[in-house]
């Protein structure tokens, strides 16, 4: 592949996070998960990515990529033929991961991100690729001209760099679009955020967390009838996903658990069933 310089955003450039920590992890001897594609999208940026090098945070993005793996995984093998929106997809690969072969996959990040992406990825029949803001209402629009089929919406790393305000609305909005749809996404609590200076790879970037979450409870209940199926800390993941981890990862989370940091307990991944 030849060099790709990345021109991003402020908040879009922390989408190279978590590709850097996939990529690290893959080369691991026993990595919590595979990716190739991540190695090559590394290699291929003209980018410094030394700036985020044995960061303890690139481990925590890979498990929770691992969670919402693990999401995605059960809601396909529930409804095979269902729908997974990947909001805020950044240069995730996902889709290689997870896709079993009859899925309708839409991926959406903001226009200079999805420029980017489409340097290494392109359209098929199943998976479409969608430039716009998830505050806004085009790109519901546009999948809703699909059939009708169970939605899986994946909001990994995106909604907590929105004001509580937006969240909401892209909450309701897909409710009210989606009808029975579930959302993975993931939030920080107030203590964070009003650390987050201190944060070892948001120190690193121009973007700020925005919104700050309590309690998940406060958010199923904007739209009356949601339900909470998951919401975990990295030290509270779900046995099966749990169990999967290398011993190492494993011992790493127990340790964690006994210290119960700040920065463990405050930060949750959730499941919601929206009515």
Avoid at 30 to 49: G, I, K, N, T
Avoid at 251 to 265: G, I, N
Wanted: with cysteine.
């Amino acid at each position: 592949m030849s060099q790709h310089r990345p021109a991003l955003g402020a908040v879009q450039e922390t989408l190279l996070i978590p590709l850097y920590g996939r990529a690290v992890e893959h080369r691991a001897a026993e990595p919590a998960l595979r990716d190739p594609r991540a190695v090559q999208l590394v290699e291929a940026m003209d980018y410094d990515f030394s700036r985020f090098a044995e960061l303890p945070s690139l481990t925590g993005s890979v498990l929770r990529t691992v969670l919402f793996d693990h999401w995605t995984r059960d809601f396909l093998a529930r409804h095979p033929n269902g729908t997974v929106v990947e909001i805020g997809t950044g240069l995730n690969t996902r889709y290689e991961r997870t896709d079993n072969g009859r899925a309708r996959w839409f991926d959406l990040d903001l226009p200079d991100v999805i420029a980017l992406r489409r340097e290494f990825f392109a359209d098929t029949p199943r998976r479409t690729m969608l430039a716009g803001s998830v505050t806004e209402d085009g790109w519901l629009a546009e999948i809703r001209q699909q059939p009708q089929r169970p939605v899986l919406f994946s909001a990994e790393a995106v909604l907590p760099f929105l004001s509580a305000e937006q969240v909401r609305g892209v909450v309701e909005r897909i409710a009210r679009a989606f009808p029975g749809c579930w959302l993975a996404l993931d939030s920080n609590s107030p203590e964070l955020v009003a650390a987050q200076d201190q944060h070892d790879a948001l120190s690193k970037v121009a973007a700020r967390l925005r919104w700050a979450c309590p309690d998940i409870d406060g958010v199923a209940d904007w739209v009356p009838g949601s339900r909470v199926i998951g919401s975990h800390t990295l030290t509270s993941l779900p046995a099966p996903v749990y169990r999967g981890l290398p011993a190492a990862h494993r011992r790493l989370l127990d340790d964690l658990a006994t210290r119960r940091l700040p920065q463990v307990t405050g930060y949750r991944m959730h499941l919601l069933r929206l009515p």
